[in-house]
């Protein structure tokens, strides 16, 4: 370094100090402050009991309800294994001729109404985890 540029360095100091302390840098910083302090304010509500309980609770719903596709993946390869599904589809074409077929349509019927029940307990189960969300969320 030459005596020169050293001379010339606390000028250089000055100047940005000066540059620093002007308005709009002023106010840049305030915004990245402001922008630094929302930021942590996220991150301690993340980090909340309440906030993990109700990400908990998410992934759980999340978990259940890919379960409940995947069970229902399984009864329809299941009713089509057993050829239900096509025997109802003959069966319904020539229901009332034949009075053979009552034993059949009664095994439809409750394979409906069981279908239905699956529904229900899937609906009643997600209101549940809804339900448990919500008291987590205001917990």
Do not use: Y
């Not at 074409?93 to 229900?120: E, H, P």
């Amino acid at each position: 370094m030459r005596l020169k540029d050293i001379t010339k360095a606390p000028a250089k100091a000055i100047k940005r100090l000066t540059e620093l302390g002007s308005p709009g840098m002023m106010e840049s910083l305030e915004k990245i402050k402001e922008i630094a302090t929302t930021i942590q304010e996220i991150e301690d509500s993340l980090k909340a009991p309440p906030m993990l309980k109700n990400i908990e609770n998410m992934t759980l719903t999340s978990e259940a309800m890919q379960n409940v596709a995947e069970n229902i993946r399984n009864i329809r390869s299941e009713l089509d294994a057993t050829g239900i599904i096509e025997e109802a589809r003959n069966t319904s074409t020539i229901v009332g001729m034949n009075s053979t077929f009552n034993k059949k349509i009664q095994n439809l019927k409750d394979l409906t109404n069981s279908c239905k029940d699956i529904a229900r307990s899937v609906k009643d189960l997600t209101n549940e985890l809804k339900l448990d969300t919500n008291k987590s969320a205001q917990s």
